[in-house]
């Protein structure tokens, strides 16, 4: 007798989908929504700044034209800004507990499931 693993309906299955597509999306969003990834720089503009004081050549004025940037001014704050690369460490050990946690719960839980099928498939007393 072959195995035949436990069906699952339509709903059901629409269901999982759903969820795993909001979870996926809300993992990949949220951070930026709460404003813990993104654009965190500093612009430091120059005083009547020119191509050669933003440190660039005519081929990276170039450029700069041809994604319809023309002024030197338009583009000081893009050039001269930068990320802040501060460092928390309560960030950090939250996200590692949590990380840690959520492994530690997958691989319990799939443990716990594969026993389930193993003794489902082999177990002599079910046939």
């Known amino acids: 007798m072959a195995y035949q693993p436990p069906k699952q309906g339509l709903a059901g299955q629409v269901f999982d989908v759903i969820t795993l597509l909001v979870l996926t999306v809300g993992a990949l969003y949220l951070p930026l929504y709460l404003g813990f990834a993104g654009a965190a720089k500093t612009p430091n503009p120059i005083a009547n700044p020119t191509w050669e004081a933003l440190g660039q050549n005519a081929t990276e004025a170039k450029q700069w034209a041809a994604i319809g940037i023309t002024d ?8 001269t800004a930068r990320f802040d690369y501060s460092f928390n460490w309560a960030p950090l050990i939250v996200m590692a507990a949590l990380v840690i946690g959520y492994f530690v719960l997958v691989v319990r839980l799939s443990d716990r499931e594969y026993r389930e099928v193993i003794e489902e498939r082999f177990d002599p007393k079910r046939r």
Not at 72 to 79: E, G, S, V
């Open 72 to 79: 030197p001014a338009a583009a000081n704050d893009i050039i």
